[in-house]
Nanobody
């Protein structure tokens, strides 16, 4: 079992930055690929970024490439999402998710493959 708790959301002006954190409890964090997803009002939840068990591989949605960076610290059981150059369209609830994987460099983008979810953290970007 892995429990995930997100933090770091808030209100920021367009062009600003936020860093989201996702703290995991449980013994199997290092066996999980991790992902960030988001859901804006009236829209379906969508993929944002994902990172492998080792942290050596990462993938991003096209709309965040060059602006967001995902990272993880396995010693602290935490995954991060650094968000720069925020836009009003980035406003959403951001969710951390985990998937147990066998290989160190596996990443995933399909939210339906997630085994565990956090409760979400609100990010609001004002224009």
């Amino acid at each position: 079992q892995v429990q995930l708790v997100e933090s770091g959301g808030g209100l920021v002006q367009a062009g600003g930055s936020l860093r989201l954190s996702c703290a995991a409890s449980g013994r199997t964090f290092s066996n999980c690929a991790m992902g960030w997803f988001r859901q804006a009002p009236g829209k379906e939840r969508e993929f944002v970024a994902a990172i492998s068990r080792s942290g050596g591989s990462a993938v991003y949605a096209d709309f965040v490439k060059g602006r967001f960076t995902i990272s993880r610290d396995n010693a602290k059981n935490t995954v991060y999402l650094q968000m720069n150059s925020l836009k009003p369209e980035d406003t959403a609830v951001y969710y951390c998710a985990a998937k147990g994987v066998r290989y160190y460099e596996t990443v995933y983008k399909n939210q339906h493959e997630s085994d565990y979810w956090g409760q979400g953290t609100q990010v609001t970007v004002s224009s």
